[in-house]
């Protein structure tokens, strides 16, 4: 099994016509991902390889009404009305792909999503991706390299870092564990789907075994997933590494999401937080293989 996405999964793509779109497209058919319809206003009528294009989002469901999961790629500034647009049709997954969506477009965009059934991920994803089944975004890179970083198996991947949503699945393969679903949750200071919301998904998927975790400085997703381990909402084993360990306050790393603030976000808080729940961390990010070998054993 896997949690969001599968080899049955029918993908809409929000965008299609532009060019990140279009490289996004050829590396998810290439896959093996069902890419049935795409969305540009104005554009309906065009095909982008083979890949019907429609006006509305309402019209692509209507045509292909098995459509459960869609990729936006849109200027941010129009993220949110694509994304609600989504919404409205019963889409149950979005990858919001666009990076620094305005902070309270995203807000407006999770409020809305409450109690609809639907995962939002992102913004500033770069996707999910089931090994073996199904990946949407730009998850991998390339089709080859996808396929060499990310087996099928039974550990699910967490990561506030696109790029190392990759490396970390990398260092699992290495160590002999294929991964069930891995999730670039995003890099923005207010996403859709959390830890939390994933770990509950993991959590009822009887084919993971365990999970593990990149997680780096700012926002709280560490200690609220702590938080929820403590509280028994998630019981199976989990690794961790946290990136940032010497970052100075105020300075942000690398994501809009990563920076210390008023005190809160630094990553020793982080780390205490999950040892606490009973998440292994590491010290070095290459030990994470090795680390889900002694969590399972001891588990």
């Known amino acids: 099994m896997a949690i969001l996405i599968n080899e049955t999964t029918e993908v809409m793509v929000q965008g299609i016509t532009g060019r ?3 490289l996004r497209v050829e590396l998810m058919r290439s896959y093996g991902t069902k890419v049935v319809a795409g969305v540009t206003p104005g554009k309906g009528g065009q095909e982008v390889m083979g890949v019907p294009v429609y006006d509305t989002v309402e019209e692509a469901v209507e045509r292909h009404p098995n459509i459960s999961a869609t990729c936006i ?4 500034k129009v993220a949110k009305h694509a994304a609600l647009e989504a919404i409205d049709a019963g889409i149950k997954v979005i990858s919001l792909h666009p990076e620094r969506v305005p902070q309270q477009d995203m807000l407006e965009i999770i ?3 409450r109690g609809k059934d639907v995962t939002v ?5 770069i996707g999910v991706i089931s090994p073996g089944k199904a990946l949407i975004g730009m998850i991998g890179g390339n089709v080859d390299f996808a396929r060499q ?3 099928p198996g039974r550990i699910g991947v967490l990561s ?3 790029g190392n949503t990759t490396t970390l699945s990398y260092y699992l393969t290495k160590a002999g564990f294929g991964q069930s679903t891995a999730v670039s949750v995003g890099g923005d200071a207010f996403i859709g789907a959390t830890w939390r919301d994933l770990l509950a998904l993991f959590e009822k998927d009887p084919e993971t075994d365990a999970v593990a975790v990149f997680g780096e400085i700012g926002t709280t997703t560490e200690e609220d997933a702590a938080e ?7 019981t199976k084993p989990m690794v961790a590494y946290i990136a940032g360990r010497y970052a100075r306050p105020n300075m942000r790393f690398g994501h809009a999401g990563a920076i210390i603030s008023r005190g809160t976000g630094a990553a020793q808080g982080k780390i205490e937080a999950l040892k606490s729940a009973g998440v292994y961390v590491v010290d070095h990010f290459g030990d994470i293989g090795e680390a889900l070998k002694t ?3 001891r588990h």
């Open 20 to 22: 990140e779109a279009q």
């Open 149 to 151: 970083c990310f087996r």
């Open 73 to 76: 790629f849109v200027p941010a």
């Open 228 to 234: 929820f381990i403590k509280q028994g909402g998630f």
């Open 295 to 297: 969590a399972l054993s």
């Open 160 to 162: 506030r870092s696109g």
């Open 121 to 125: 991920i992102g913004p500033n994803t």
């Open 111 to 113: 409020a809305y999503s």
